[in-house]
C-alpha cells in the first residue's frame, strides 16, 4: 500500500521561505511522477508542480513558477517543494501526490490517486 508523509509546514513570513518534504513507501518511488497540490481556505484543491519519475522533468502552475521548486530524490524515495518569496496568498494545506501508472512525464491532474495527510502552510503578511 502506498504512503505518502508530508513534512515542513509551518507559519512564515511573506518574503520566507519553507521546504517540504513528502517520504513515500508502499511500491517503487522512482517509477512513478509526482506532484504538489494545495487547498487554501474556502478554495478548491489546486495543482502547484509535479517532477516526472526520472527527476529531470518539472512542471509548475502559473502561481508557482520562479518562486517554487520541486525535486526528487529517488535514492530516499523523498519529493521536495522548495517554496521562496511566500506571499499570503499561498496559505493552504499542502498535499503531495503519486501518479497511478508508471513512467509517464505529465499525468492528468485527475490520475494522481495516492495522497498524503497534508502539511499546513501559513504565511503572514
Known amino acids: 500500500q502506498v504512503q505518502l508523509v508530508e513534512s515542513g509546514g509551518g507559519l512564515v513570513q511573506a518574503g520566507g521561505s519553507l521546504r517540504l518534504s513528502c517520504a513515500a513507501s508502499g511500491r517503487t518511488f522512482s517509477n512513478y511522477a509526482m506532484g504538489w497540490f494545495r487547498q487554501g481556505p474556502g478554495k478548491e484543491r489546486e495543482f502547484v508542480a509535479g517532477v516526472n519519475w526520472s527527476g529531470g522533468r518539472t512542471y509548475y502552475a502559473d502561481s508557482a513558477k520562479g518562486r517554487f521548486t520541486i525535486s526528487r530524490d529517488n535514492a530516499k524515495n523523498t519529493v521536495f517543494l522548495q517554496m521562496n518569496s511566500l506571499k499570503p496568498e499561498d496559505t493552504a494545506v499542502y498535499y503531495c501526490?503519486?501518479?497511478?501508472?508508471?513512467?509517464?512525464?505529465?499525468?492528468?491532474?485527475?490520475?494522481?490517486?495516492?495522497w498524503g495527510q497534508g502539511t499546513q502552510v501559513t504565511v503572514s503578511s
Open positions: 501526490a503519486a501518479d497511478r501508472v508508471p513512467l509517464r512525464t505529465v499525468p492528468p491532474k485527475y490520475e494522481y490517486a495516492y
